[in-house]
């Protein structure tokens, strides 16, 4: 009988508000707050994007060996969370300054597969390094658990904007937030899976380097966490309205007590 109730108490507050207001449906958020959410939104879309794009994207670091003489190609490979690439490069591509293989955007014969961990439960092994699959599977599942946070802020944002539901935005806040420190906390093991497979084997020498794709998902996890505080900002109402107007009332309210 709770739920009953709470929800015809509801709808009689909304049909008093309609009646005041002649009928017509009251606004909620000014326009002015609507503006502020949207920008707010627009700094977390950035942020998702980012995010999608590195979590997509396999050039998260790069392993490269050193350049041989007399030699016309060089291996190097790029990987992400998900697969990893083998490339063999044309040394006459590369820098003579440089003294190892890569970057890996240049042109070459490359051969990309998943690794193995997903598929078969296997570690993977690169340049005669092994995989610890743990950390690997567990900075891609922090991966997704970040990006099904943001879709859920996400909703929460629309259906503020939509229904017009203030309160929606501190949930919303909190998901961004916590996402972009997922984000961040994905990178660490990550980078904790390479310095293990960078000293899993040292009988070949290699030079790694992050790549781009790390630079997306460390901002992206910046973005998010500073969307998700502009959330909580507006979801303040001292800070989504005129300050005066609260110290007044409540200058009225306290003289109405005291008399």
């Known amino acids: 009988m709770m739920w009953p109730n709470f929800f015809l ?3 009689e507050q909304r ?5 005041r207001a002649g009928g017509k449906r009251r606004k909620v958020l000014t326009d002015e707050q609507e503006g502020k959410i949207k920008l707010a939104f627009f ?14 994207t396999e050039f998260w670091v790069e392993l490269n060996t ?6 016309d190609v060089c291996e190097a490979v790029h990987f992400g969370l998900w697969k990893f690439c083998h490339k063999k490069l044309w040394v006459e591509e590369i820098e ?8 890996a955007e240049l042109p070459g014969e490359a051969n990309c597969s998943y690794f193995k961990f997903f598929t078969t439960g296997e570690n993977a092994h ?3 390094r092994t995989t610890k699959k743990e950390l690997n599977i567990t900075a ?3 991966s997704l658990l970040s990006v099904t946070l943001m879709a859920m802020g996400s909703l929460c944002i629309i259906m503020a904007l939509s229904k017009e539901v203030e309160f929606l935005l501190k949930p919303a806040s909190i998901f961004f937030i916590i996402s972009g420190v997922m984000v961040l906390v994905c990178l660490e093991v990550f980078r904790h899976s390479v310095r293990s497979l960078i000293t899993s084997n040292e009988s070949i020498p290699l030079e790694y380097e992050y790549s781009w794709s790390v630079a997306c998902a460390l ?6 966490i500073f969307g998700g505080g502009c959330f909580i900002l507006l979801s303040i109402p001292s800070l989504t309205k005129k300050p005066w107007e609260y110290c007044i009332k409540g200058r009225n309210n306290s003289n109405g007590n005291t008399s």
Request: proline share 2%; net charge positive.
């Open 66 to 71: 050193y350049k041989q003489n007399h030699t």
């Open 126 to 128: 690169i340049f005669q």
């Open 9 to 11: 108490q509801d709808e």
């Open 43 to 56: 700094v977390a879309i950035v942020g998702m994007t980012l995010t999608v794009l590195a979590v997509g």
């Open 96 to 103: 003579k300054e440089r003294v190892t293989c890569g970057p």
């Open 219 to 224: 901002a992206a996890g910046s973005i998010l």
């Open 140 to 142: 891609a599942v922090v």
């Open 15 to 19: 049909m008093a508000m309609r009646g």
